[in-house]
């Protein structure tokens, strides 16, 4: 049974195992090895199944105005259209945008995940150039690749 839920501290050791096991699909590192520079994030899911950890998304609110979407992780063999835990957690992420009033979100990503590039494309995501970014936009040096997307009510 798959279930989305909040993030607990607890889950943290079983998250970084999930992530090391994703980087090993990809040439460059995936994640920012400066995570002090990380800001806390507003809302932060888990995907379950069978109480293993398979997915995870967050979101971060800035300005009142726009959310940035982070961490956004699915092991490799619960991706795609058979489990669809990528468009469940995406769907969280809308949903919380919603009742806060966001309507623009914001991603960064990199450019090796062509297949992730598909999905936010797919899911109304506009590709933008870095200078098309707010100011207050929290950068991760490893992204190359920006998204926007108006969120809809």
Partial sequence: MIKI???K????????????SIATEFDLPISNPNKANIPLLD?????????EIIGTIGV???????????????????????????????????????????????LGTMSQFKAAHKFYEKNGFEKISINKLPSSFVTNPIDDVFYKKNNEK
Avoid: P
């Fill in 5 to 7: 839920r909040l993030y």
């Fill in 9 to 20: 501290k607890s889950d943290q050791s079983e998250i970084d195992k999930m992530i090391d």
């Fill in 43 to 51: 809302k932060y899911w888990v995907s379950l199944h069978n109480n």
């Fill in 60 to 106: 971060l609110k800035l300005d009142g105005e726009f959310s940035i979407l982070k961490k956004m992780f699915v092991k490799r063999e619960y991706r795609g259209k058979e489990y669809r835990i990528a468009s469940l957690l995406l769907n969280k992420v809308f949903d919380w945008c919603n009742s806060q009033s966001i309507d623009t979100i914001y």
